[in-house]
């Protein structure tokens, strides 16, 4: 099993920026990719970034590529969020998961999810 709770969310104002993290403990050696999810009111969860360890690669929906950047402490076995520029659009519950194969962009690639942590971005 792979335990995963995700932290920082709050309330920010538009144009601000959010750290999320994602702590993982457990097997987590089985673990070949952590991928960042996120789903606002009234819309289907949507992929928005995952980093690949046995690939050493990064990955990020359109919507958030050159503002959004995942990086790893892996001494600490968490993977963070750095959200910048946020939007009103960036509103949503985000949640980490924890996926067996190298990549998938697919809820369905996903093994574990953590809780959500709620992201807000008001005006």
């Known amino acids: 099993q792979v335990q995963l709770v995700e932290s920082g969310g709050g309330l920010v104002q538009v144009g601000a920026s959010l750290r999320l993290s994602c702590a993982a403990s457990?097997?987590?050696?089985?673990?070949?990719?952590i991928g960042w999810f996120r789903q606002a009111p009234r819309k289907e969860r949507e992929f928005v970034a995952a980093?690949?360890?046995?690939?050493?690669?990064?990955y990020y929906a359109d919507s958030v590529k050159g503002r959004f950047t995942i990086s790893r402490d892996n001494a600490k076995n968490t993977v963070y969020l750095q959200m910048n520029s946020l939007e009103a659009e960036d509103t949503a519950v985000y949640y980490c998961?924890?996926?067996?194969?190298?990549?998938?962009?697919?809820?369905?690639?996903?093994?574990?999810w953590g809780q959500g942590t709620q992201g807000t971005v008001s005006s």
């Open positions: 998961a924890s996926s067996s194969v190298y990549y998938g962009s697919n809820t369905q690639s996903y093994d574990y």
């Open positions: 457990g097997r987590t050696f089985s673990t070949y990719t």
């Open positions: 980093s690949s360890r046995s690939r050493g690669t990064t």
